[in-house]
């Protein structure tokens, strides 16, 4: 079954710059996964980031970017700030309908 | 305005039977509808989802067989249904649309529905 990977948890300073990652337990992630990302604070719904790789969604601050990285999905955070501090989580469409998340990575700004 | 409203949270015990539901408004229901499940403190899961227009639904290989995803589109309405629960299905559940542009992501997503199951 396939496993998408991510980082269980990253720390960045305030004003800084992080970029999570989004893997395949097999395989290279392309845009042809679609990879979309969505970030998730304490007893809220998701809210939608990134989808197809780089396009942000409505509204989402232009301090979130992002990218395919060698191998990876990519969401880079440019500027952390205090409220950034969620849990994001990556999708990737592995066609024929099917979608699998990834696990998760907890941002601690501090 | 787009939203989609699940239906309130439930109480159950084990072997007990439960569906929840999501209704769309402020578009057409024509879009792939989704569900997405969030056991307590762990990450989100994605479970199947289903075409409203002609039912046609796909499901996680962890869900196939678990649960059942159906619709009623007379009512632009999405349900996710058990037949036997288990302690392990306490959860909050969201539902979540599909883009229907061709660009393959979840756009909007409900409020979440917390199905609780004591054994």
């Known amino acids: 079954q396939t496993v998408v990977t991510q980082e269980p948890s990253f720390s960045v300073s305030p004003g800084g710059t992080v970029t999570l990652t989004c893997g395949l337990s097999?395989?290279?992630?392309?845009?042809?996964?679609?990879p979309s990302w969505y970030q998730q604070t304490p007893g809220q719904a998701p809210r939608t980031l990134i989808y197809?790789?780089?396009t942000r969604s409505s509204g989402v601050p232009d301090r979130f970017s992002g990218s395919i990285l060698g191998n990876k999905a990519a969401l880079t955070i440019t500027g952390a700030q205090a409220d950034d501090e969620s849990d994001f989580y990556c999708?990737?469409?592995?066609?024929?309908?099917?979608?699998?998340f990834g696990g998760g990575t907890r941002l601690t700004v501090l | 305005e787009v939203q989609l409203v699940q239906s309130g949270a439930e109480v159950k015990k084990a072997g007990e039977s439960l569906k929840i539901s999501c209704k769309g408004s402020?578009?057409?229901?024509?879009?792939?509808i989704g569900w997405v499940r969030q056991m307590p403190g762990k990450g989100l899961e994605w479970m199947g989802i289903?075409?409203?227009?002609?039912?046609?639904?796909r499901y996680s290989p962890s869900f196939q067989g678990q649960v059942t995803i159906s619709v009623d589109k007379s009512i632009s309405t999405a349900y996710l249904q058990w037949s036997s629960l288990k302690a392990s299905d306490t959860a909050m559940y969201y539902c979540?649309?599909?883009?229907?542009?061709?660009?393959?992501?979840?756009?909007?997503w409900g409020q979440g529905t917390l199905v609780t199951v004591s054994s």
């Open positions: 979540v649309r599909q883009d229907g542009s061709g660009t393959f992501y979840f756009d909007y």
């Open positions: 402020g578009y057409s229901f024509t879009y792939w």
């Open positions: 289903i075409l409203p227009g002609d039912s046609d639904t």
């Open positions: 097999s395989g290279s992630v392309s845009t042809s996964h679609y």
């Open positions: 197809s790789t780089n």
């Open positions: 999708a990737l469409y592995m066609g024929s309908g099917i979608w699998v």
